[in-house]
């Protein structure tokens, strides 16, 4: 039977991909300082440069393979990765067999996630960022199974070369399956599973890999001869039930590929929009601008619906293949205004009148939920429209827990994420979240 059909399973048409940047705190000190590309980097958490204490936040694979680990205290990585400038001056030590070490900085790794996550809510409606390097988007109205690796490595390469940081990208029809997959192939890695793969792709995984079971939950399993996931898929409810509860009935739905989650934003949402994609590339200019208007009307009710008042009007436009062009115009203050978004979105579209579009979208940000008197705007008019000029819009992005080998100093949210008790201290990938840490 075909494993997005199982009871409990998600449609089978939805598309849902999970992107995780790779090692992100290092990536972001690199791109900062490119000399330290390709070397060992330890970005330490309550540390500052040339001290002992503190602990390893992340650590490059470089710095990996000498043998630290994300949570070890610097002390101990210092003593298996000695510092560069060290090694130099030392002629007992090798300088090939040391690294460099930078402290934790969070607003410089927040503002690299702003412009990924920028790509990301670019190319999907539905966006759940779970951590400062890490979300879920639901694609299934954009891409089909068939475009779905193409998508993916468009959107990788997107990353990379817009950003300079490398994601890891995993496309399933289910969340939990998203996310085993984005793990499967890092770094660098790129992993479709199509509906009703599910299950044979996670039957010789370990079953620690399984999305929401950590090391403690790992050793408990290998005690009832549960070893891989296709074991826990296959193992006895009752007994599953018996020994873990509901969580251990989640975790073996899991496994057999069955996630009836659905991508959903945290929180108030950061921007409204409505996507439609034409049938096949569009060049005229009419077509384009009616379905502009169509959309501008949606979501102009929507917000207003919402009671949220918006401050920023946008379009994006796609060009054949998954060529994403955004604009958007923000006004003087926040407003509740349908005509005029229509007419800014109009007004932004003529930059795209002759090209060959497949999908149009319009959005509304700089959302105010707050209840007052709207700013008045008399005298707006669209020629007047910018405070600026046309920018991408950005959404603003809540760092929490990575889950590639980086410390978290965020608060996690483990019901959403599924992870067990025992994952904040240490998952598979050597990362820990130390939100206690003092």
Not at 125 to 137: C, G, K, P, T, W
Not at 329 to 346: H, I, K, N, Y
Not at 365 to 371: G, K, R, T
């Amino acid at each position: 039977m075909d494993a997005a059909r199982l009871p409990g399973t998600s449609a089978t048409d939805q598309v849902v991909a999970h992107v995780d940047m790779d090692c992100f705190y290092a990536a972001c000190e690199r791109r900062r300082e490119p000399a330290l590309e390709g070397e060992p980097l330890v970005v330490g958490m309550g540390y500052e440069n040339g001290e002992a204490h503190g602990a390893v936040a992340t650590a490059s694979y470089e710095a990996r393979e000498f043998g630290v680990e994300s949570a070890m205290a610097i002390s101990e990585a210092l003593e298996r990765l000695p510092r560069k400038v060290e090694a130099a001056e030392d002629p007992e030590m090798s300088v090939e067999e040391a690294g460099y070490y930078r402290p934790v900085d969070m607003d410089h790794y927040e503002a690299v996630a702003s412009e990924v996550k920028d790509i990301l809510h670019d190319v999907a409606e539905m966006v759940r960022e779970v951590s400062i390097d890490e979300a879920y988007l639901d694609v299934t109205d954009d891409v089909s199974w068939d475009e779905a690796e193409s998508w993916a490595d468009t959107l990788k390469s997107t990353i990379e070369s817009a950003v300079g940081v490398v994601a890891s990208v995993g496309v399933a029809p289910t969340m939990s399956a998203a996310k085993v997959a984005s793990d499967h192939d890092k770094p660098d890695g790129l992993v479709v599973v199509r509906p009703g793969d599910v299950r044979e792709f996670f039957a010789d995984l370990p079953v620690e890999e399984v999305h929401g079971v950590g090391p403690v939950t790992a050793r408990e399993l290998a005690a009832l001869d549960i070893e891989t996931a296709g074991d826990l898929a296959a193992a006895d409810p009752e007994t599953v039930a018996e020994r873990f509860g509901e969580r251990g009935l989640e975790i073996r739905r899991y496994a057999r590929g069955e996630d009836t989650r659905t991508v959903t934003p945290k929180g108030d949402p950061k921007s409204l929009s409505r996507e439609s994609a034409f049938t096949d590339a569009v060049e005229d200019a009419d077509q384009k601008r009616q379905k502009i208007e169509t959309l501008a009307s949606a979501v102009a009710d929507r917000a207003h619906r919402k009671e949220a008042r918006y401050q920023t009007i946008g379009i994006k436009v796609v060009e054949p293949p998954f060529d994403v062009n955004t604009r958007a115009r923000s006004l003087p203050g926040p407003v509740d205004d349908a005509d005029l978004v229509e007419s800014v979105a109009l007004d932004l579209l003529t930059e795209f009148e002759d090209a060959a579009v497949r999908k149009v979208g319009v959005r509304v940000s700089n959302l105010d939920f707050s209840v007052g008197e709207q700013v008045r705007l008399s005298g707006f008019d669209g020629a007047d429209a910018s405070a600026g000029d046309s920018e991408t819009t950005a959404d603003g992005a809540a760092p929490e827990s990575d889950s590639e080998g980086q410390v978290s100093l965020t608060e996690f949210d483990d019901t959403a994420a599924g992870r067990d008790e025992d994952a904040s201290s240490a998952n598979r990938d050597g990362q820990v979240s130390l939100d206690d840490f003092d």
